[in-house]
């Protein structure tokens, strides 16, 4: 991290340039498809307030913990409000009400049927509030043959046909991706469905429900679904090859019949293979003289002076600390620091949206449980001392502010 990134230490702080300033967003999200999608609103200037169970999201359980809170549960809640509600006590739902009838947009990525029986699905909510828009992220979607299967990102990434693509390539037996994939696609696409919902509504003054699969989200975005759909099984490979080079390996783009005519007409590369030699042959002899080649330099940066020579793009394969290193992740402020509410900083990652006219920033640090219990019920319901503690002294507030 550059020593001019600033350290975020107050939750939501007002900018005027920000461009979501102004919206409410009730977050009823947990884990992560939800909580990204909220979490990006919020560097947007939306005043994002989180709900949250008395047991907390599960996330304050993993990553490395500092002080009251783990690393994984900072990064996707930055900068949120929270109020902690018990739904199980008398009243609890009626406050939830209360606060989404406030709500420009409701997040939720329950299984479909939930919320339903607190009386918290969309139809509860907009019969007496119009304008409201609600997106719902879920595996399979709100209805369906599908739609109370548990969805965790692993079993999308399986039925999606990523996983065995991926593995394929790799060579492989199936494994699973570290990062979640289907839960960050679905959560981005939520929001592109919220914006067009928002902007729908903005000319008619009525909100709607958006219904995002996760299921859905996986398959649009994969660029080589046009191979399935015209019935080939297993697609060629594409993207790029990585060979062992010095300081590193490297991934060098293209298809290698490419990289081969680059390699021999500008870095003048002799071809290996005899006349007569078979397809296989040449590929093979070709292969090993590229390799030999990358691995002749004394150091990386020669490696990397002869790709540019010859007009070849290349990549580091760097690991995920040296990644966060980068001189454009410096250079453009990605990564910020945020108060780790234990008397410390960690550093977070800010979402990626440049504006030339306004701002989007991580606006404070994650907040604890119940934390904003007082400062939500005020600026939401008007509600302020005695009107607060009836909801405390029943049970329903909860806070370990």
Request: hydrophobic fraction near 40%; charged fraction near 20%; include cysteine.
């Amino acid at each position: 991290m550059t020593e001019s990134a600033p350290t975020r230490t107050a939750a939501n702080q007002p900018s005027h340039d920000a461009p979501l300033g102004g919206l409410r967003v009730l977050d009823l999200t947990r884990v992560l498809a939800g909580p990204f999608a909220a979490r990006m609103l919020c560097d947007l200037g939306a005043d994002v307030v989180k709900v949250e169970p008395p047991e907390g999201d599960v996330t304050r359980h993993f990553g490395l913990r500092r002080g009251q809170q783990t690393g994984y549960y900072a990064q996707q809640n930055a900068g949120k409000r929270n109020i902690c509600i018990d739904l199980t006590k008398p009243g609890g739902t009626d406050l939830v009400r209360l606060l989404a009838d406030q709500a420009d947009v409701v997040l939720e990525n329950f299984r479909p049927g939930v919320l339903a029986r607190y009386g918290l699905d969309y139809a509860s909510l907009s019969a007496d509030h119009r304008a409201l828009i609600m997106v719902s992220i879920s595996g399979f979607g709100q209805d369906g043959p599908e739609s109370q299967r548990a969805a965790y990102a692993g079993i999308l990434h399986a039925e999606s046909g990523w996983l065995h693509r991926q593995s394929r390539s790799a060579g492989a037996p199936p494994a699973d991706s570290q990062l979640s994939v289907a839960d960050t696609t679905s959560g981005m696409h939520g929001l592109i469905g919220m914006f067009a919902a928002l902007r729908v509504r903005d000319a008619t003054g009525v909100g709607q429900h958006v219904d995002i699969a996760m299921a859905d989200a996986l398959a649009v975005v994969d660029d080589y679904a046009q191979w399935a759909l015209d019935g080939v099984e297993n697609a060629p490979h594409g993207g790029g090859d990585v060979w062992d080079a010095p300081g590193g390996p490297i991934i060098v783009m293209g298809d290698f019949k490419w990289v081969w005519k680059c390699a021999n007409e500008i870095l003048g590369l002799a071809d290996p293979t005899p006349p007569g030699a078979d397809i296989a042959t040449k590929i093979a002899l070709r292969r090993g003289a590229w390799a030999t080649y990358l691995g002749s330099f004394a150091t990386q940066d020669e490696a990397l002076a002869a790709l540019d020579r010859a007009n070849l793009a290349w990549g580091l394969i760097k690991t995920p600390v040296q990644a966060l290193d980068s001189p454009t992740l410096q250079h453009r402020n990605s990564i910020v620091e945020i108060d780790d509410r234990d008397g410390g900083t960690r550093r977070i990652i800010q979402s990626p949206y440049r504006f030339s006219e306004s701002t989007s920033e991580v606006r404070g640090p994650a907040p604890l449980r119940g934390e904003h219990n007082r400062d939500v019920l005020g600026d939401w319901l008007g509600l302020q001392g005695d009107d607060v503690d009836q909801w405390s002294n029943a049970g329903v507030l909860l806070s370990e502010a």
